[in-house]
């Protein structure tokens, strides 16, 4: 392992050379600078591990440094410990609020600044290897993603091809069912990438609520005639929400909609409503079908728990698409909630309520 490199900023040369020594008598690798200037020149031409700052010094004093290396982008992450001879709540909660991880009295105790130092560079370098590692796994996840979808996007495009020819057999279209499942699998793993990367440009816009819902409600008229269900629309044809109208109705009303319709009995019945409250709407897709057990209510949201579940139909799914919803939901700066009861032996009321917020004005950039 290399030696950790401390940068220590100090105007008195002896304070200086006392604490110089101290670390290079622990191994570390020492850059001692008599001034604020000094420190901040030295610190942007090779960053540091730590900075051991003193505050009081003339010109510029340690709270200004500190200011200025953390308005500074490569320098603003590395961990400096204040030194100074100021007991005052006031100066150690001033430095804590720039920014510094730790704050040591003069006269110091050579042990404790030891072990202080030694704690904050186990820390910084801890987090350092986590943001490696999480790079590691999101590129890893970057070249799956990516090659296969190469393989399954061409057995798709040769199902199409013998579509087109010669038409698909019973067997084909069972493969082509698979095929279409896991094209949507990537496609949603890669959405929900992008969300978390903080790449998904979400650009709200404010749009009629009635006019989307209808939209999705066509595309669904199949699933929901062949399911015989009755859909109730309750929403006032002005009211108006503040979404990406793209992903509000291809991710979250197609999935919450698909959902219903999955876990509705044949001959049911699903109710779309909305009320204006203040400044949101709620929203609220509700079904009278088999609804949640508790325990998979709880990780309904979570991608790494696997939730899926025939429909009553034997509908298949990926488990992914609740995740997305309240991504998206979340990116909209709205809410979700959900109220299930599932269907028990004696057939009292069950069936599953999804309730959104929705912000109705859009955010100020
Ligand atoms: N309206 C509902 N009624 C009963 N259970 C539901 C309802 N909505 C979701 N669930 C349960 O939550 C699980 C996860 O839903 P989610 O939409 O995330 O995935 P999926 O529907 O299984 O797959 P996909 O959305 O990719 O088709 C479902 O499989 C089901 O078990
Ligand atoms: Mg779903």
Redesign the pocket.
């Known amino acids: 392992m290399t030696k950790a490199n401390i940068l220590i900023v100090d105007d008195l040369p002896q304070n200086l050379k006392l604490l110089s020594e101290l670390m290079k008598g622990n191994d570390y690798y020492v850059r001692p600078v008599t001034s604020g200037k000094l420190a901040l020149l030295a610190a942007k031409a090779i960053p540091p591990d730590l900075i051991l700052l003193d505050i009081n010094m003339p010109l510029m004093d340690g709270f200004e440094t500190c200011e200025k290396l953390k308005s500074i982008e490569n320098t603003k992450h590395i961990p400096i410990i204040f030194l100074s001879a100021n007991t005052e709540p006031d100066a150690v909660i001033k430095g804590f609020e720039l920014g510094a991880v730790d704050y040591i009295t003069k006269p110091f105790n050579a042990t404790e600044v030891l072990i202080r130092v030694k704690t904050h560079l186990e820390l910084k370098f801890s987090k350092e290897t986590i943001i490696k590692q999480n790079h590691a796994q999101q590129e890893l996840l970057h070249v799956l993603c990516h090659d296969l979808m190469n393989s399954v996007g061409a057995a798709q495009a040769m199902l199409n091809i013998k579509k087109m020819d010669e038409g698909l057999s019973e067997e084909d279209e069972m493969m082509s069912l698979a095929i279409d499942n896991a094209v ?1 699998v990537i496609g949603i793993v890669h959405q929900l990438r992008k969300i978390d990367e903080n790449k998904m440009e979400i650009e709200l816009n404010l749009s009629n609520l009635k006019g989307l819902v209808g939209e999705m409600l066509i595309i669904l008229h199949e699933k929901i005639k062949q399911k015989g269900i009755e859909v109730i629309v309750e929403i006032d044809e002005e009211e108006i929400v503040a979404v990406e109208s793209v992903s509000f109705i291809n991710s979250i009303l197609n ?1 919450l909609l ?3 319709i ?2 509705s009995f044949q001959n049911g019945k699903i109710i779309i409503s909305a009320k204006k409250i203040n400044d949101l709407v709620h929203l609220s897709v509700k ?1 009278f ?4 057990p508790e325990e ?1 209510k709880v990780d ?1 949201f979570k991608v790494e728990k696997a ?3 025939e429909g009553t139909n034997g509908e298949l ?7 997305l919803v309240k991504k998206f939901i979340l990116a909209y700066g709205g809410k979700i909630e959900i109220v ?1 009861h599932e269907k028990s032996a004696e057939g009292d009321a069950h069936g ?1 309520e999804i309730k959104l917020e929705l912000q109705t004005i859009l955010p100020e950039l």
């Not at 799914?317 to 995740?323: A, E, L, N, S, V």
Request: charged share 15%; no cysteine.
């Open positions: 949507d999935n698909t959902n219903a999955k876990f079904d079908g088999i609804g949640m998979l309904v939730t899926t579940r799914g990926t488990g992914f698409g609740m995740p299930s599953t």
